[in-house]
């Protein structure tokens, strides 16, 4: 695609969420397409280069992985408008050598809503910042990329037993 190519289909983007008077966050949205590019131009201009300058054989290792039964902050980004996104706390279900299955989590308040055991469960976990509760969103679960990490917020053991979560896991989607 030409770069006047690109930038028809930029303008055609724009107009498109122009019409959508209901969305309420073009702010973040751009902000989340921005990070999203950036972090494309590092997978393809730098670590491709440094690497095999093979795309299909580079991977984004960073020094510091979470273990599963941890808890890690990513970038979700934007997806569909019931989807949980942007920078979130998430359970370490299952590493897949540069990908990870997480379960992004909420903060359980005083004011939080009654907990939906279909398709939620309240964790505890050590020396939390935020709060040591935190509710798994079960049905946001996905698999990530590493290079979604942000490894700069540390990484969080979990106290509540890894067996429970795995039972109820097991509950949802069986």
């Excluded at 280069?49 to 979700?76: M, R």
């Excluded at 989807?83 to 909420?106: A, S």
């Excluded at 049905?139 to 890894?162: A, C, H, P």
Aim: proline share 3%.
């Amino acid at each position: 695609m030409t770069d006047r190519a690109i930038y028809h289909k930029m303008i055609e983007i724009v107009d498109k969420l122009d019409r959508i008077n209901q969305y309420q966050s073009i702010d973040g949205f751009i902000r989340d397409l921005e990070y999203h590019v950036d972090q494309l131009d590092y997978f393809y201009n730098v670590l491709t280069s440094k690497g095999s300058g093979d795309p299909s054989t580079t991977f984004y290792l960073p020094k510091h992985i979470p273990n599963e039964h941890q808890v890690a902050y990513f970038n979700l980004t934007r997806g569909f408008p019931k989807e949980l996104y942007g920078g979130h706390w998430c359970y370490v279900y299952k590493r897949l050598k540069t990908k990870l299955l997480v379960i992004p989590m909420t903060s359980v308040k005083e004011d939080s809503a009654e907990i939906d055991p279909e398709f939620e469960l309240d964790i505890k976990i050590k020396e939390f910042k935020n709060s040591n509760l935190a509710r798994l969103q079960l049905s946001d679960m996905r698999t990530i990329d590493i290079q979604r990490l942000y490894i700069k917020k540390g990484f969080y053991d979990v106290e509540t037993k890894r067996e429970d979560i795995i039972a109820h896991m097991r509950n949802f989607l069986l």
